[in-house]
């Protein structure tokens, strides 16, 4: 199906080298720059010497996630040295496709990979895992047995709740439509409406956060028992109010960017997927 | 909450008369019409002579679901003789809410129960037990290890999976979202494309259909074995192409309406659920 | 690996025929005697004119369960005729194998294959699905949600429980071991001491009893509520004064050999496994 | 139903401390000795000063877990000096019971409550939160849908794979009794009979160890992929060649005693419910 197709990875972290071995590893030409700190193996992907070469004939050119942290060099960790973003681009032809995570360049043939609904829903799995790593590793208890309070019913707490139900825990989940409320009945959480958010975070053993919010401000903190653990895993600003949370003596742990950090293989086996979705909708594969 | 607040629930199944009890056990003064034919305990409903007993003072006057099935008289299979829906309307104040289930009045104040979200969610718990009982009753062997397929993973689709799970189905799910196949993956079942149905369908010991469209054509159904049981979940039209399936020799099953068969009292305080979300919402609880 | 092993099965019903098929499913010479009344396939087992032709030559001759139940023929509801245990056992080599479900004969190379421990363990799992099945079929209400009272916690309550768990019951499990309270508790029931009955049956939807002794007395079932299904899943005599339950109105089903009854390919599954095992044992297979 | 009884609890952790405050919180007058070096709350326990004052009237005196390491003195790592043991021992009446874990002593009224069933039980909880906490720490891979495989079927491996299957592995167990290989093949884990170790072992992601004896030889550890990680957590000698293991370059992570280390208050709570009942055994409480 992918006859004589080459693909190009330039940049990022063990997530986009397991995302090239697994395009080489099904049948794809696939060419790779800016791994050098890298030292274990690399399947049969071929190393450039240069991001021309790389690019060279290539049908998409595959960025990191974040593609840049500082908005002028491709974010390549494992590389030593620089790789100008704009240079790369200059080199690209007009019918080259090119895939970045949080990529925000106007150009046509362009797509992130982090916005798509396939990417999310699966990095939910690693997030999820990661905070419950987490929550075992803090914890003086058991998850079995613990009162596990969630925040926000969307990807991730859905998730989240699943695994934590199969390690016993009792769940509650806070959200706000009667929708979510009615799912979480379906799946046997204590559903609470978010309007009664100090109802639902005052006995938790644990509370875990999802909602890109301040829901947990001073008011709502002032609620939460001493011994609670508060893992917040909303994307900036956090859902909690870490200098409130601090005077009460609260125990917070903002958890940001889990997949990569606790899974990197699978981060980048779903990076993979994304893109392969992307570059079949596109004709490429 | 709710002094002095009076609802009627004029005619229906057990279902309806469940809610009316839920309403009443919640300390709303619920009055009845149309149960004459039942026989058992009434809780602390008040049974009233006739609907304009029932409906006077009422803030809200609840009808079944279907509300009619003769477009004429209300739907009262519990009653020895006939409701006119248009005496009812007639009788009504504007102010007084009116919540039916597939109701179609063009009217201010009025609700269709049916279309509601929540419903729909909590509705499709029962309609997953039906169907497992459906394939227990049926089925030669245990759904312990067999191989169940579902076609669609909506609302119905994702609360039978995760119960066939339980029972220690190996399910596939065939669905034609990228999103609703990660989804898939991610509570591991094995998602397929809803373009390779074939390959979806011609293994397994029980086919389960919850799209409510012709998916199961002449030629897909020719894929699939004579020991395969079909369930077919879809409204009407349904998802099997049945005549065709008769003359193959396939074993279908067209499981309509299942909440209200399987399991009334349930579907009963669903109802009371949804209609409770309505009034409150409207400001009358 | 088993060149030239001839085995013959000789009555019984459905599930003596599937064990018979996946014998031969799996390249072992099976001949079979008394099933003239099945109209179905019989895959590559061989029908034999008489009982001497099926034995003649085999390994191993496999008795239906139960081997008998007037204790002079053969159990052979699919023959047209009788089938004499005693003639039968005439015919038999001293070295040749016999097991029968049940069998009560003073003969040396003989096994009961409802005494292994394998078949009772798997056993356990059709007649967990067929009490299931009876459940939904009964309760106006859903499993989600039900409070159910399990007694016992052997091999059936433990598969019960954790199916039930799936349909997200809420369970209770009564039993009098602290071992198997603690197991309970491992799992997220509640456990209640067989010592405090009265309490694990007071407030259930649905009481499934294990224990095959009259612990539901007169005493007891004057605390079960008139709306209270009772499943009784115990042998002989049963774990219910069904007279006294009668007297108070109460309702009862008494399920007895369900595997052979909801499932009995699987069924015959089991036994092909468990016979399986005892032939490797002995050095057959 | 505990009028006026007294309990001691001298030396231990953490989970001694929490045992002692449950017994405090359901109205038993509870004296401790050797916590000085512990800061926190000590709800309503009475702090001695003296073993022979925490002692003095109480009907049972509660030991560590283990009782004592160096065979003179009780553990007690809490506390700023020595407590012998036979100092304890001397000042006991013969009425007074004397409850320890691992406690090795040839005295009338002594339990060793590490040796019950309940105990064992409950602590295999923490064994398996804190097995998987390691496997998702250590591994680059989510656990869902990685291939694990547990050697062993006793009460540790049966809570590790429970847990396991709600996290989304693939499981393989490996046990010896065809029974334990029924039991695996009714949870939906693929069994394999330990003779044939080594197809068990060569595929996995994980290997969970909970056999007590060394299984995993040079001969089988061949098997064994290099990014394979190995979590032991049978008890001495443990279930790895080390040695050989360090040869090859496997990972091997030996995780004892995890119950104190992952979940202190929870393993205390076990110890509480444990003692709890030898008490009520007794006829103390």
Same mark, same amino acid.
């Given at each position: 199906m992918s006859n004589n197709v080459k693909i190009a990875v330039i940049g990022g972290d063990l997530r986009q080298l397991a995302a090239a071995k697994l395009f080489a590893d099904n049948g794809i030409e696939t060419a790779i720059y800016g791994f050098d700190l890298y030292k274990g193996d690399f399947s049969s992907v071929t190393k450039c010497m240069t991001p021309a070469d790389a690019m060279h004939g290539s049908s998409a050119v595959i960025l990191p996630l974040p593609c840049t942290v500082d908005k002028i060099n491709i974010n390549a960790p494992l590389h030593d040295g620089k790789i100008v973003l704009d240079d790369l681009l200059h080199r690209m032809t007009g019918e080259q496709i090119l895939c970045g995570g949080m990529i925000n360049i #106007?150009?046509? /043939? =362009? *797509? #992130? *990979? *982090?916005?798509?609904e396939e990417l999310k829903i699966l990095n939910a799995i690693p997030t999820a895992e990661g905070a419950i790593a987490i929550a075992l590793d803090e914890?003086? !208890? =058991?998850?079995?047995g613990a009162k596990v309070t969630i925040l926000g019913y969307g990807r991730i707490g859905k998730v989240l709740a699943e695994r934590l139900k199969g390690l016993g825990c009792i769940i509650t989940v806070a959200a706000r439509k009667d929708s979510d409320l009615a799912l979480c009945e379906s799946s046997s959480y204590k559903p609470i409406h978010m309007r009664l958010l100090s109802d639902a975070v005052s006995d938790a053993d644990v509370i875990f956060n999802t909602v890109?919010?301040? !829901?947990? /401000?001073e008011a709502i903190l002032d609620y939460i028992d001493l011994d609670t653990l508060i893992i917040d895993l909303a994307?900036?600003?956090?859902?909690?109010?870490f200098e409130a949370a601090k005077k009460l003596g609260l125990k917070v742990i903002w958890a940001l960017s889990l997949p990569g950090k606790v899974a990197p293989v699978t981060a980048g086996g779903i990076i993979y997927k994304t893109v392969n979705n992307i570059l079949k909708q596109e004709g490429v594969l």
């Open positions: #106007d150009r046509p /043939n =362009t *797509y #992130d *990979y *982090y916005e798509r914890l003086p !208890i =058991t998850l079995h890109p919010s301040v !829901i947990l /401000n994307g900036r600003p956090g859902g909690v109010d």
